[in-house]
């Protein structure tokens, strides 16, 4: 997710083995393949261009090449780019094989400590105040935990429009910077989370994985 040891050791053989790397940044797949001795080529592969690139890898798969799809920090197509990229590689007949790796929804989960059967990963609420809050109150009786994330620029927005909307006796686990160096997890009442970001000199810093505990 953020540390480099994250990765395994099935997706650096295929890495090693194939003949390009589609990546959302081409600047952090190189840092990565880097730092593990890839000499792949790499293609941008992101959201403003997924189709047309989509378009590239299956015409090199036509001609029997072998090509990896990498997302920066998780997996791609779950709150990355690359749903569009399987779709369309599978419609013109290639399989497609997932590796299982890094997911911060699933790192975030591990240590949350909730004792909920079920969660809900909603992963990037809107970013509009009006349809943020909609959304919020659709989730609100949904009987299971609900994990987002959310950019630091957005963090305490949607803490206190969770905190306001959803009953305050549920718990939050806030974690950030999943895996990296200054990664911190920390679980309170609800109700208690915006004030914690707010005396938090850090809480714009770093992305946000939010649990949220089903309702009692």
């Known amino acids: 997710i953020g540390n480099l040891g994250d ?6 053989e295929t890495l090693r083995g194939v003949d390009l790397v589609a990546c959302e940044d081409t600047r952090h797949a190189r840092h990565l393949l880097d730092h593990h001795g890839i000499r792949v080529p790499t293609l941008a592969l992101h959201q403003h261009n997924e189709n047309k690139a989509a378009g590239r890898l299956i015409g ?52 949350a400590g909730l004792a909920d059967e079920r969660f809900l990963l909603v992963g990037f609420l809107p970013a509009r105040v009006g349809a943020r809050r909609t959304a919020i109150g659709e989730l609100a009786p949904v009987n299971a935990a609900l ?5 630091p620029h957005r963090v305490m927005e949607t ?21 990296k160096m200054f990664e911190q997890i920390e679980r ?23 649990v949220v505990s089903a309702p009692q």
């Open 7 to 12: 990765i395994t050791l099935r997706a650096l």
């Open 159 to 179: 803490v206190v429009d969770l905190a306001t909307l959803l009953e305050p006796r549920r718990e939050i686990v806030i974690a950030r910077e999943m895996t």
């Open 188 to 210: 309170m009442p609800l109700q208690m989370a915006p004030t914690w970001l707010a005396v938090d000199a850090n809480h714009q810093r770093g992305e946000f994985v939010l």
């Open 60 to 111: 090199l798969l036509g001609d029997g090449r072998a090509v990896a799809l990498v997302s920066d920090a998780g997996t791609p197509g779950v709150s990355d780019p690359g749903a569009r990229t399987v779709a369309a590689v599978r419609a013109a007949g290639f399989k497609v094989i997932p590796l299982p790796g890094p997911n911060a929804a699933i790192a975030a989960m591990s240590a």
């Open 147 to 151: 994990v987002f994330y959310e950019a």
